[in-house]
């Protein structure tokens, strides 16, 4: 199970769609999409919220049954922003979905500004800055403390995502 991050807009989905197009030996599995079909908000308004959804997601993820020549790959987050607080998921939800990697998806063009602008999202360059370092060292601890390898790839970069994908066996 290889798991991916990045801030909402960053154009973790897209890529991750495109290097794995046609890849029939990987399960795309969209963190948000689980909690939507569970009935769980995707704008979470206080610290209890976001760990009820944790809580919901954890357990759909760990029901997921693959044949053992699938990779299942999930797109989340390592960072909730919710209406009034950027909140990180919680180690526990790490350490018991044990990931055997991590890809973190960045994107520091101002094509990335662009698309959180009009969007409940935090739009400002500095904001955006602070955003995106924070989910990087984020994944890098969460890394760091499951033991497992992380790989960082620009948005839009499908090589680097189909490389860091076919990197974990």
Excluded: Y
């Excluded at 029901?63 to 909140?87: K, L, M, T, W, Y």
């Excluded at 350490?95 to 994107?107: E, K, M, Q, W």
């Excluded at 602008?117 to 060292?137: K, Q």
């Excluded at 994944?139 to 974990?168: E, F, K, Q």
Aim: proline fraction near 4%; hydrophobic fraction near 40%.
């Amino acid at each position: 199970m290889i798991f991916v991050a990045g801030l909402s807009k960053s154009g973790k989905t897209h890529t991750l769609k495109a290097a794995i197009d046609g890849d029939t030996g990987v399960q795309h599995v969209i963190a948000s999409d689980l909690l939507k079909s569970s009935g769980m908000t995707l704008h979470p308004k206080d610290i209890n919220q976001i760990d009820e959804n944790q809580k919901v997601l954890l357990d759909r993820l760990l029901c997921i049954q693959a044949h053992p020549n699938i990779r299942i790959i999930i797109d989340g987050h390592f960072i909730i922003e919710n209406e009034s607080d950027v909140v990180d998921v919680p180690e526990w939800f790490f350490d018991r979905l044990r990931p055997s990697s991590i890809i973190v998806v960045d994107d520091p063009s101002e094509a990335f500004i662009l698309r959180r602008r009009d969007t409940r999202f935090v739009s400002s360059p500095d904001a955006l800055v602070e955003l995106r370092l924070r989910e990087l060292n984020r994944g890098s601890h969460i890394a760091r403390r499951i033991g497992v390898p992380l790989a960082r790839v620009n948005s839009g970069d499908t090589a680097a995502m189909r490389s860091a994908i076919a990197s974990v066996r």
